[in-house]
């Protein structure tokens, strides 16, 4: 899956999913759940939708809070990752999920704007 980090990736949220079968995302989300396994794992976006993530390996840490995905989505819906961050607060501020999805739908709505890799095909 080295492709992934080969070519641009558009941020996307849950509801963009579907658009982008087969490409590669970015996208960023609050820990929900983490199989048992350690090989998936479930977040919710800004606007409170569930995705899940699929992993090549069970996770070697506790994952929680937020959490910056990158993979490829597959037919199922789901995102093959090819890695992830885990996004700290920093100094006490927490990320903002709900403005983070305000702003991808203003990039997603004006591309023309935000020419990096926001196009949906």
Request: aromatic share 8%; net charge negative.
């Amino acid at each position: 899956m080295t492709g992934v980090f080969e070519s641009p990736k558009s941020r996307i949220n849950a509801a963009m999913i579907s658009q982008f079968v087969n490409k590669p995302v970015c996208f960023v989300g609050r820990v929900e759940k983490v199989h048992p396994t350690g090989k998936s794992f479930t977040l919710s976006d800004g606007d409170g939708k569930v995705i899940s993530v699929e992993l090549n390996e069970p996770l070697d840490e506790e994952l929680s809070g937020v959490v910056e995905v990158i993979g490829m989505v597959s037919n199922k819906g789901t995102i093959m990752a090819a890695m992830y961050n885990l996004l700290r607060d920093e100094k006490g501020i927490q990320f903002d999920l709900e403005l983070y999805n305000e702003a991808l739908k203003v990039i997603h709505d004006f591309p023309q704007h935000y020419p990096f890799g926001s196009s949906s095909g």
